[in-house]
C-alpha cells in the first residue's frame, strides 16, 4: 500500500508540474491539445486495474512523460507560465548594450592631470513593455557617475573594486495614439532630433548620455506635399524643482545670507523639422538621397541652478564663463578658486551668461559611385550670451557660437561592412551649457578635429576606432578660468580609443 501511496504522489506531482508549466488543463495552448490529442491525457492503463506492479506503472508514467516532451515541437512549447506568460512575453522587448574601450590621453596644459592611459567600460539594459495598444512603458539602468549626465562610461582600476552601477538611466511613459502623435512623460532620451553617422552624432548642445526629465509631444507626419516628412517637438524639461529647503545649509540652519536661491529650473524647447528625397545626379555619380533639416530653440528659466548644483564638479564648470572669473588666484598661480568649485560651496557658483540657445543642423545621405556618403551640420548661437571680464579688468566678448561638421563614406548594415569619417567642431564657452553637451568634445571652449573608422564584425558587434586632437577656443579664457595653466601656450589633448561595442 505504501507504494500505492508513493505512487499516487508522483502521479499527482507530475501533473501539478505539467499544469504548473502549461501541459496540461487550461494552460496548454489549444492549438498544441488540437494537433496532440493522444498526449495529453495519461493512458488509462497505467494503475488503472491494479493487475501490473507498482514498478512497471511508474515505468511507463515516465515513458509517457518523457514522450510527451520529445513530442512537442519548441515553438509549441508555452514559457512563462503558460498562454498568459507568452501574452506577456510577445508585449515586453528586452535591450542592452556593452562597450569596452582602450584609450590614451596625450594632455599638454589643455586640463587638470598629466597624461593617461586607461581601460573603461559602459553597461545599458532596459525593457519596455506594450501595456495597451496605444501605451508603452519603459525603463532603462546603466553604469556611471550619477552626478556626470554626459557619460555613462566607468574605469577599470582600484583593485579589481565594485563599479558603480544601477542607476535609474530612463523610465517613462510613452502614449500613442495614432501614427502622428506621440506623448512622453517621465525620464527618457534626448527629444529632439539631430544628425548622425555610424556611431557620431552631433553634440554641440546635447550629449547622446543626457537623459531629460520631464513632458514632451511630438507630431509627426509621412508623405506631406515635397516632403518626406515634417515634425514638430515640444516640452518642458524639469531641471531644478522649487525648494525651499535647499535654503539650509547641511547641519539644517537656514542660510539668511544667500536668501531664496533655488527658485527651480524648467528648461523650454521646441524643435521643427523637415525631410525631403533629393532627386540623382546621374553626371555626378550620385543617386537618389535622402536630406533632413531641424531647427530647435531652448530656454532655462534659472540655469544658475545648473551652475550651483552638483552636476558642476570640474573646470570652472566645463568650460562655460562663471563668477569664477572674479575669484581669487590659487596660490601656485595656476588659475582661480572660490566662488565656484574651488572651495567646495557649489551652491555660490553662477554663470555669466543666460542661455536661450538656437539650433539648426541638417543632414544629407546618398550614394556616389556605388559608395554610400554622408553630411551633416550641426550651428548653435545663444542669445543669451553675456560678456565676461577676466583678471586685471580684461574683458571677454560674448562667446555665444557653436558649430560641427562631419563627412563619411561607407555604412554599416551587415558584416563586413565598414564606415570612416571625419568631423570638426568649435564650441565658444557660452554657445552650450557645457553639463550637457559632448564629454567627447570636451564641453565647451574648444576646438576638435575628429577621425574615425567603424568595422562591423558581425550582426550586432562593430570595432571602433575614434581619435580627437583639441584644443581651446580661447585659450586667454581657459587659463582665467583656472582650466589651463597661465604658464603654457597652445593647450592641447589627443586622445585616441578602440571600442568593442556590442548590441543585445
Known amino acids: 500500500m505504501m507504494m500505492k501511496y508513493r505512487l499516487m ?67 509549441k512549447v508555452p514559457i512563462l507560465g503558460g498562454r498568459v506568460g507568452a501574452e506577456i512575453a510577445e508585449r515586453l522587448r528586452f ?72 542607476n535609474l538611466d530612463n523610465a517613462y511613459l510613452r502614449y500613442k495614439p495614432n501614427e502622428w502623435s506621440t506623448t512622453t512623460g517621465g525620464k527618457f532620451g534626448v527629444p529632439w532630433w539631430r544628425p ?48 525651499e529647503a535647499k535654503d539650509f545649509d547641511d547641519q539644517g540652519v537656514r542660510r539668511l545670507d544667500i536668501g531664496n536661491k533655488n527658485p527651480g529650473n524648467l528648461m523650454f524647447g521646441g524643435q521643427a523639422l523637415a525631410s525631403l528625397d533629393t532627386p540623382a545626379l546621374e553626371e555626378f555619380g550620385l543617386t537618389k538621397g535622402k536630406a533632413k533639416f531641424g531647427a530647435a530653440f531652448y530656454a532655462y528659466e534659472n540655469p544658475d541652478s ?42 555660490d557658483c553662477s554663470f555669466v551668461s543666460d542661455y536661450q540657445i538656437l539650433e539648426i543642423n541638417g543632414q544629407y545621405d546618398a550614394e556616389f559611385m556605388g559608395l554610400p556618403i554622408g553630411f551633416f551640420f550641426d550651428v548653435a548661437h545663444n542669445f543669451g550670451a553675456k560678456a565676461g571680464t577676466t583678471f586685471a579688468g580684461k574683458e571677454v566678448g560674448k562667446e555665444n557660437d557653436a558649430f560641427q561638421v562631419y563627412a563619411t563614406v561607407g555604412k554599416l548594415r551587415k558584416p563586413g ?55 581651446r577656443e580661447n585659450e586667454d579664457l581657459s587659463s582665467f578660468q583656472g582650466n589651463s595653466s597661465m604658464d603654457l601656450d597652445n593647450p592641447m589633448r589627443i586622445k585616441s580609443r578602440i571600442n568593442v561595442l556590442v548590441k543585445f
Not at 574615425?452 to 570595432?463: A, G, M, P
Request: with cysteine.
Open 95 to 166: 535591450q542592452g548594450d556593452l562597450r569596452l574601450r582602450t584609450e590614451y590621453n596625450k594632455n599638454r596644459n589643455f586640463s587638470d592631470g598629466a597624461d593617461r592611459y586607461r581601460q573603461r567600460m559602459r553597461l545599458r539594459f532596459g525593457l519596455t513593455a506594450q501595456v495597451t495598444d496605444d501605451l508603452t512603458a519603459g525603463f532603462r539602468m546603466g553604469s556611471g557617475n550619477p552626478n556626470f549626465v554626459n557619460t555613462a562610461e566607468i574605469n577599470l582600476s582600484e583593485g579589481f573594486s565594485r563599479k558603480t552601477f544601477l
Open 306 to 347: 545648473i551652475a550651483g548644483g552638483q552636476l558642476q564638479a570640474r573646470e570652472g564648470p566645463l568650460g562655460n564663463m562663471t563668477n569664477k572669473l572674479n575669484g581669487p588666484m590659487n596660490a601656485d598661480g595656476t588659475g582661480r578658486m572660490a566662488k565656484c568649485n574651488g572651495d567646495g560651496k557649489t551652491r
Open 9 to 75: 504522489t508522483i502521479a499527482i506531482a507530475g501533473m501539478g508540474i505539467l499544469l504548473s508549466t502549461g501541459f496540461l488543463g487550461s494552460g496548454v495552448p489549444q492549438a498544441v491539445a488540437a494537433e496532440y490529442p493522444e498526449m495529453i491525457s495519461l493512458d488509462s492503463e497505467v494503475g488503472a486495474s491494479g493487475t501490473q506492479t507498482d514498478d512497471d506503472d511508474l515505468a511507463k508514467l515516465k515513458a509517457q512523460v518523457e514522450d510527451l516532451v520529445k513530442k512537442i515541437p519548441p515553438d
Open 196 to 243: 548622425s553617422a555610424g556611431n557620431m552624432t552631433a553634440e554641440i548642445v546635447w550629449d547622446n548620455d543626457v537623459q531629460p526629465e520631464g513632458l514632451v509631444q511630438q507630431f509627426h507626419r509621412k508623405d506631406v506635399g515635397i516632403f518626406s516628412e515634417l515634425g514638430l517637438t515640444g516640452g518642458v524639461l524639469v531641471v531644478d524643482q522649487f525648494d
Open 417 to 471: 561592412d565598414w564606415l570612416i569619417g571625419y568631423g570638426y567642431a568649435d564650441i565658444e564657452a557660452d554657445a552650450a551649457i557645457g553639463q550637457y553637451n559632448s564629454d567627447d568634445l570636451q564641453f565647451t571652449n574648444t576646438q576638435t578635429q575628429t577621425i574615425f573608422l567603424e568595422y562591423q564584425v558581425q550582426k550586432n558587434v562593430s570595432l571602433i576606432w575614434d581619435t580627437y586632437l583639441q584644443y
